[in-house]
């Protein structure tokens, strides 16, 4: 059973620009979540998609946005890049997207923005 | 606002003794909990969960008690092992929600 992968673990970029942050999902998974995790505190929910629409957003603006492919895949991309936007971002795939559904976390891809 | 609170930053036992890292909640819509370990550079990993419906679950030398009245929930490690330091993490959902509200994490250091 593959797990969750995210690309790239690591990356450094300059205010303004764009990241596009990538993930595959468990196998027999179809719901994959983002989340941002700063630095000393817990993973905020970014949002989710489903059938390869955004099925709920936390409090993020619109320059996250994300797409899911028709194998599961993710990404998210955020545009115009801001310091506060340094973090651990996580992929999390899991069975359905509702509820008791326990999510399966990737690495992380770390962000740097200077 | 922070709906789930882990208000113990860090905790260090002695291997063979109790852990017990606790958790509070202010949304009385949550109806699932879990937790989630975490080493470094790698994802949180699923350890347990329960269900409002229940006030404790045992997996090994892990429990996890919920009560409800107080809004708290704790995960007690018996023994503790030198592998169980990590960061965890406290997590809750409602049943028809689609996002997990967590904890800022609790550090175990288990000394040999």
């Known amino acids: 059973e593959t797990g969750v992968t995210q690309s790239p673990t690591h990356l450094i970029k300059t205010r303004g620009q764009q990241v596009t942050l990538r993930c595959s999902s468990q196998s027999g998974h179809n719901t994959v979540s983002w989340y941002q995790q700063a630095l000393g505190q817990g993973p905020q929910f970014i949002f989710q998609y489903y059938r390869e629409e955004e099925n709920g957003r936390g409090n993020f603006p619109p320059r996250f946005s994300g797409l899911q492919f028709p194998n599961y895949s993710s990404e998210l991309n955020v545009n115009a890049l801001e310091l506060d936007d340094s973090a651990l971002y996580l992929c999390?795939?899991?069975?359905?997207?509702?509820?008791?559904?326990?999510?399966?976390f990737g690495a992380g891809s770390r962000l740097t923005v200077l | 606002d922070q709906q789930v609170k882990q208000n113990s930053p860090s905790l260090s036992v002695q291997e063979g003794r109790i852990s017990i890292l606790n958790c509070d909640y202010t949304n009385s819509m949550f109806d699932y909990f879990l937790w989630y370990k975490k080493y470094p550079a790698e994802g949180p990993t699923f350890l347990i969960s329960?269900?409002?419906?229940?006030d404790k679950n045992e997996d090994g030398r892990f429990t996890v008690f919920l009560n409800k009245s107080a809004k708290h929930l704790s995960l007690h490690i018996v023994p503790s092992q030198p592998g169980d330091s990590a960061v965890y993490f406290c997590a809750a959902i409602w049943n028809t929600g689609n996002q997990f509200y967590f904890g800022t994490g609790t550090s175990l250091t288990v000394i040999p």
């Open positions: 329960i269900s409002s419906i229940k």
């Open positions: 999390a795939s899991s069975r359905g997207r509702a509820g008791a559904n326990v999510l399966t």
